[in-house]
Nanobody, 123 residues
Framework: QVQLVESGGGVVQAGGSLRLSCAASGRTFSSYAMGWFRQAPGKEREFVAAIRWSGDSTYYADSVKGRFTISRDNAKNTVYLQMNSLKPEDTAVYYC????????????????WGQGTQVTVSS
């Protein structure tokens, strides 16, 4: 069982940066793949980025590639999402997710979810 708590959301101007954090409970954090999804108003939740348990494999949605970076610190049970060059279309609730199973595709379907943190990018 893994419990996830996101933080770091807020309001930022277009072109700015934010770093989201996701703290996980449980002694087996290092064996879980971690990732981020987002849901904008009126839209379905979409994949953003994922990282293998070891940190040696990452995968990004095309819409964020080159602007967002996912990383993890297994000693701190934390995964991060560094978001640079933010655009108004990045406005959404961002969710942290985890699963023992990892595939480097947008079809990854994690079983554990956090409550979400709001990111608002103003133009």
């Amino acid at each position: 069982q893994v419990q996830l708590v996101e933080s770091g959301g807020g309001v930022v101007q277009a072109g700015g940066s934010l770093r989201l954090s996701c703290a996980a409970s449980g002694r087996t954090f290092s064996s879980y793949a971690m990732g981020w999804f987002r849901q904008a108003p009126g839209k379905e939740r979409e994949f953003v980025a994922a990282i293998r348990w070891s940190g040696d494999s990452t995968y990004y949605a095309d819409s964020v590639k080159g602007r967002f970076t996912i990383s993890r610190d297994n000693a701190k049970n934390t995964v991060y999402l560094q978001m640079n060059s933010l655009k108004p279309e990045d406005t959404a609730v961002y969710y942290c997710a985890a699963d023992r199973f990892y595939i480097a595709t947008m079809a990854w379907a994690p079983g554990y979810w956090g409550q979400g943190t709001q990111v608002t990018v103003s133009s």
